[in-house]
């Protein structure tokens, strides 16, 4: 067979687009062997292009079983080895290592990034034994034709060892914060129960949760302080305007009745106004946390599932690298270009063109910079296919933010009326925009509410309409919710842009923390109890930053792995001691933590009948199954019961039923819909239902 | 010592949890008997209405109107 190059790719659609762009034809062949594909290509020489699956080897622990701690040895192996559930991809290494046999040049074209650096190493090291030091790299941004065209030409001559390096050790450090706590208190909760529930807890997980705890409970124990505040609004020729009063807040009651009872039914007379022009300067380009601000607050979208699509849309060559942390564009990935492929959409033909005609065009941009890609833009191709809804939103977000960085500042003006009354001055706000600027390459993600005031002459008298005093307490600290916990771990400088998106998932998946709005449980409050006690290294922000800001200088060779590991090690070993000898103690109050949890999730809201018990999903002993009943059903308080499904999943959603407010579960039988459950035969919505339905079967009856 | 208010472990009157909310509820009381002129009952009465309250502090104005009675 034809000696070939093997050109490695992270992910299946990579492989596909790199085939196709390197492709002398840009047909390449595909192979498909033991359910994994692989392609063909020509160029100069021929090309196999073959992809992983994202990691195909991980961190393992050498010695056997898994109920002891610690373990402080490991070694790199196949993931099918070190976790259940892999297996399909021992044939998927297989494959690498058969191509790697017969191929005479190796190129590592995963991402440019830790991650994609470590997956292509390993792969090259194991699988292909031992090809990385003579494998060159391709390193690019978007996976456009022209670009990796470019790649390949001119690929860098060998691995970036340092990052490879550091990905190395963030794993290996990782897995040994993660393996060793998690299993001690794991194997804690199960000595003392009995019963196996996963916990976990590692070198990000524990900081992040110590924060939502710590937020939780300046919640949970907030006591509000009273203020009043004036709320006014003045006649001016028959409409009415809000104005505000010259002090925000008053912290004695008697002092926010004096001004109503000074003002009351009194004319005002303007006494100053004053106009004020501010120019807003345009945003700057998204890096990947802003980019999931932005998603988040404008859709909803949670930071990992903005993640996700955006991946999809840079494997589709719609947009360039995603995880990057760089606020600049580069004027080599050919502003114009892009604009004026962009132009061919009908969306933004007009304004595309409208910044084509711009002399020079000259991004605004952040700070912040990333050695290894641009912060994301459109790559200028045009989707191939129709865009599912959320990807289309992300993408138009992209295009939008991209344009609205070469645009102009905007000119805003803002105008205050100081009115007089009685002594008492109340301000009359208004603002316009005078010049759109940049605002409208980003329209419709632009808030631009403008409160346009009637001409107004100093001197000039208004009658105050309305004048009332509001009572108002202080508010507790805000939750926080995925996007803004993102923040804050970018702020404290713990995760990286890849992980800090899974990391809060994780935190869900656990049952650390519930809803969007975020709310620690009872299992959150006891880990990080447990933990702040016994082995308070593990939550230290401080602590988790310096090994963090450790691993980021192996990247600069300025420091090394081992001393890493090392460091990593010895803080483990006393926390762990303390762990071991204080087991039972620990282990009871974990396992007290998690039948609470086990029981909350049980429950579904207050008892519609007796209204001090609570509904939850119970079992009949006799029969095992499952149904509705009161918690007072044990006190012989009440003896409220309802059935339920009894195939599939049920959770309760802890929304009321929009028809008749009682509690609501959603349902999940597999090959089905998931369906929310109002088990209440009388719910006004379900008599709607039966009421349509019977219409229906009556009119289908007639018809026929 | 077990707490007053949720029968956790305690140092003194009160949990670790609720010894926060109980200093919270303490300190307070001044902001609003000078804001509103109102009596120890009065204030606790309001902060149990309050939707704002945190539900340990909530639990802790329980606790102590229930005391006095």
Redesign the interface.
């Known amino acids: 067979m034809e000696k070939y190059t093997l050109i490695i790719t992270e992910k299946p659609n990579a492989a596909k687009r790199i085939a196709q762009a390197l492709d002398q034809k840009g047909r390449p062949k595909k192979v498909e062997e033991k359910n994994v594909t692989y392609f063909l290509a020509k160029r100069d020489k021929p090309l196999a292009v073959v992809p992983a699956l994202g990691h195909l080897y991980t961190v393992m622990h050498t010695g056997k079983g898994r109920s002891y701690y610690p373990v402080f040895n490991f070694t790199w192996a196949p993931r099918h080895l070190a976790e259940r559930g892999a297996k399909q991809l021992r044939t998927w290494i297989e494959l690498v290592s058969k191509l790697a046999e017969n191929a005479e040049e190796f190129i590592d074209a995963c991402d440019y990034d830790i991650e994609g650096s470590l997956i292509g190493y390993c792969l090259l090291k194991y699988a292909c034994k031992n090809k990385e030091d003579v494998a060159k790299r391709m390193k690019f941004s978007t996976l456009t034709k022209r670009e990796l065209e470019k790649a390949y030409g001119e690929p860098l001559p060998r691995l970036d060892f340092a990052l490879i390096e550091a990905g190395r050790t963030r794993h290996e450090v990782d897995w040994l914060y993660g393996v060793n706590i998690s299993r001690a208190l794991t194997l804690a909760a199960k000595r003392w129960s009995g019963r196996y529930a996963t916990l976990s807890t590692g070198r990000v997980q524990g900081p992040t949760l110590m924060f939502l705890v710590a937020r939780e409970?300046?919640?949970?124990?907030?006591?509000?302080?009273?203020?009043w505040s004036i709320r006014a609004a003045v006649d001016i020729k028959g409409t009415s305007y809000e104005v505000d009063y010259e002090k925000k807040a008053f912290?004695?009651?008697i002092d926010a009745d004096a001004v109503v009872k000074a003002v009351k039914g009194k004319t005002g007379r303007i006494e100053e106004i004053r106009k004020k022009s501010a120019q807003q300067k345009p945003p700057i380009p998204f890096d990947i946390s802003a980019l999931q601000t932005e998603a988040y607050s404008l859709f909803g979208y949670t930071p990992r599932r903005t993640a996700n699509i955006a991946q999809r849309l840079y494997l589709e060559a719609l947009i360039s690298y995603p995880r990057t942390s760089s606020q600049k564009l580069p004027p080599e990935i050919g502003y114009r270009t892009i604009l004026r492929a962009l132009s061919k959409e009908r969306a933004y033909k007009r304004l595309a063109s409208e910044l084509l005609k711009v002399g020079e065009l000259k991004p605004t941009e952040g700070a912040k910079k990333d050695p290894a890609h641009p912060a994301v833009y459109p790559t200028g191709n045009l989707p191939e296919r129709p865009l599912f809804e959320p990807e289309g939103r992300i993408w138009d977000l992209v295009v939008r933010r991209f344009m609205a960085v070469f645009g102009e500042p905007a000119t805003k003006q803002s105008m205050r009326v100081t009115i007089n009354v009685n002594g008492h001055r109340f301000y009359l706000r208004g603002r316009r925009i005078l010049k759109e600027g940049w605002m409208k390459f980003y329209k419709p993600y632009v808030k631009t509410e403008e409160v346009m005031l009637p001409p107004l002459k100093e001197g000039e008298n208004l009658q105050l309409k309305e004048i009332v005093r509001e009572d108002k307490?202080?508010?507790?600290p805000p939750r926080y919710n995925p996007s803004s916990l993102l923040k804050k771990m970018e702020e404290e400088g713990i995760g990286t842009k890849a992980t800090r998106a899974d990391m809060i998932e994780t935190l869900y998946n656990r049952k650390y923390i519930t809803d969007e709005r975020i709310v620690v449980t009872d299992l959150g409050f006891d880990i990080i109890d447990v933990l702040r006690k016994y082995c308070r290294g593990v939550i230290s922000v401080k602590l988790t930053r310096e090994l963090e800001e450790k691993m980021e200088r192996i990247q600069t060779n300025s420091e090394k792995r081992e001393n890493v590991l090392f460091e990593a090690v010895e803080r483990l070993k006393p926390w762990l001691e303390e762990l071991k000898q204080r087991e039972t103690t620990i282990g009871e109050a974990l396992s007290k933590a998690i039948k609470r949890s086990r029981i909350q999730e049980r429950i579904i809201g207050d008892c519609v009948t007796c209204k001090t018990g609570k509904l939850m999903i119970l079992y009949s002993r006799k029969t095992r199954k499952r149904f509705i009943g009161c918690t007072n059903y044990f006190e012989n308080l009440c003896q409220t019961s309802f059935p339920l499904p009894q195939r599939g999943t049920v959770k309760p959603l802890r929304k009321p039923c929009k028809g008749c407010g009682w509690p609501t579960l959603l349902v999940k039988i597999k090959g089905r819909r998931p369906w929310t459950l109002c088990f209440n035969d009388n719910c006004p919505k379900k008599e709607e239902r039966r009421k349509r339905l019977e219409m229906q079967s009556v009119q289908q009856r007639s018809s026929k | 010592m077990k707490c007053k208010v949720c029968s956790r472990e305690a140092r003194n009157k009160h949990c670790e949890l609720h010894e926060k909310a109980y200093s919270n509820v303490v300190q307070k009381f001044e902001i609003w008997r000078n804001a509103a002129g109102i009596s120890w009952e009065q204030y606790l009465n309001e902060l149990v209405e309050n939707p704002s309250t945190g539900i340990w502090a909530k639990e802790v104005a329980e606790h102590l109107l229930k005391d006095k009675e």
């Open positions: 409970k300046n919640i949970l124990s907030f006591v509000p302080a009273p203020y912290e004695k009651l307490f202080t508010k507790p």
